[in-house]
């Protein structure tokens, strides 16, 4: 693991805390699972590039679903 995903990962985590935390306070369930999976994802991936996708993707995705 290189410098650039040990920061990916841990900006993933702070970010995912963020969204776990709004999800239970508002009672939103997509914020919720996007803060866990964010939050989780860095564990198992390794490619820098891969890792940017998937937490974009993950960021965005509480604004997309909307319910």
């Known amino acids: 693991m290189d410098s650039n995903s040990l920061f990916i990962g841990i900006l993933a985590g702070i970010v995912g805390g963020a969204y776990l ?19 989780v994802y860095p564990y198992f991936v390794d490619n820098t590039w891969l890792l940017l996708g998937i937490g974009a993707a993950l ?8 319910e």
């Not at 960021?59 to 909307?66: E, K, L, S, T, V």
């Open 59 to 66: 960021c965005i995705a509480p604004f997309a679903i909307r």
């Open 21 to 39: 935390l709004y999800g239970r306070k508002t009672s939103k369930v997509a914020p919720m699972v996007c803060g866990v999976a964010l939050m």
